[in-house]
């Protein structure tokens, strides 16, 4: 059973229009939820995070919204260029446990 | 900042042959190291947990006498991927967690398989 759900699997937006990027989980004891940012030929990068405390978190264009009861969570990334275009990956976690990643979503960003 | 390194960051091996890869975090004290292989699909596979005072863990599909690793201390690990085949070929991942949350990833090191 998978954990961790990401949608779409793929999202096209034009220069400065915002992307969401949706994610859900299974277990409701993950208690924080990082988004990753790979770009190819990298390991991914810690983008924004949010612990389960919180409904949302905003860190510049990227902003995190998370509904606990419905356990979803999405990203939002405001005024998209095309140097976000990236995959971002949703991923969760319990106090020191291992986490469980999504499969990600591909965002491109066309100037 | 927290950085963490990985080496070399790419690798090619004869099939049945073995390579090892290094993993160091730098700038905050790890409190526990997960390996994982990323797929062409970038599906991510834990290989393997180690957290503070205890056994490193693997999970189910990855053994031990298949991918041994060694750590003088959770800030440096190094990981053997023994007996390579074509099935073994992805990017290797190194995610050093600081304190009970956020995990910082290396870049990898991406084997390939002839």
């Known amino acids: 059973q998978q954990q961790v759900r990401q949608s779409p699997q793929s999202l096209t937006v034009w220069e400065g229009e915002t992307a969401i990027l949706n994610c859900s989980y299974e277990d409701s004891t993950f208690n924080y939820f990082p988004w990753y940012q790979q770009f190819p030929g990298e390991g991914p990068a810690l983008l924004i995070s949010?612990?389960?405390?919180?409904d949302k978190k905003e860190d510049g264009r990227f902003t995190i919204f998370f509904n606990k009861r419905e356990k979803k969570l999405s990203l939002h990334i405001t005024d998209s260029q095309p140097g976000d275009s990236a995959t971002y990956f949703c991923?969760?976690?319990?106090?020191?446990?291992?986490?469980?990643f999504g499969k990600g979503t591909s965002l491109t960003v066309i100037p | 900042g927290a950085l963490v390194y990985q080496y070399p960051r790419r690798t090619i091996c004869k099939s049945g042959t073995s390579m090892r890869m290094e993993c160091q975090a730098v700038?905050?004290?790890?409190?526990?190291v997960a390996w994982y292989r990323q797929s062409p699909q970038k599906t991510f596979e834990l290989i393997a947990l180690?957290?503070?005072?205890?056994?490193?863990?693997?999970e189910q599909n990855f053994t031990q006498e298949k991918f041994p690793i060694s750590h003088p201390n959770l800030s440096f690990s190094s990981m053997t991927v023994l007996n390579a085949y074509l099935e073994d070929r992805g990017l290797y991942l190194c995610?050093?967690?600081?304190?009970?949350?956020?995990?910082?990833f290396g870049p990898g090191t991406r084997l390939t398989v002839l």
């Open positions: 180690s957290t503070v005072n205890s056994a490193i863990k693997y």
């Open positions: 700038g905050f004290q790890a409190t526990s």
């Open positions: 995610g050093a967690r600081a304190g009970s949350y956020e995990q910082y």
């Open positions: 949010i612990r389960s405390v919180s």
């Open positions: 991923a969760a976690s319990t106090g020191y446990q291992n986490f469980y």
